[in-house]
């Protein structure tokens, strides 16, 4: 069982930068799969990016694909989301996820642990 908890939300302007972490509970961090996911309002919750349990392979949506870098450190339990280049449509509740499914993957049926999620908001 892991927990998951998001910080490093805010508002920004476009342009700007955010950085996101998720601090995770539990021993067995490394073994798991991390991810980025956003729902903006009225909107589904969409894949932003990946990791695996080594980072060996990480994986982006298009969208975010030069502008976001996910990382970890599995020595302090964390994943972090660095979003450059900040667009008004990045505007969305960002949560972390994990999951057991090896690789970097984008489907959120994999996930089977989330955090509660922190606002990012971008202005015009």
């Known amino acids: 069982q892991v927990q998951l908890v998001e910080s490093g939300g805010g508002l920004v302007q476009a342009g700007g930068s955010l950085r996101l972490s998720c601090a995770a509970s539990?021993?067995?961090?490394?073994?798991?799969?991390m991810g980025w996911f956003r729902q903006a309002p009225g909107n589904e919750r969409e894949f932003v990016a990946a990791i695996s349990w080594s980072a060996g392979s990480v994986y982006y949506a298009d969208s975010v694909k030069g502008r976001f870098t996910i990382s970890r450190d599995n020595a302090k339990n964390t994943v972090s989301l660095q979003m450059n280049s900040l667009k008004f449509e990045d505007t969305a509740v960002y949560y972390c996820?994990?999951?057991?499914?090896?690789?970097?993957?984008?489907?959120?049926?994999?996930?089977?642990?989330w955090g509660q999620g922190t606002q990012v908001t971008v202005s015009s």
């Open positions: 996820a994990a999951t057991v499914v090896p690789g970097a993957s984008r489907y959120q049926t994999h996930y089977r642990h």
């Open positions: 539990g021993r067995t961090f490394s073994s798991y799969t």
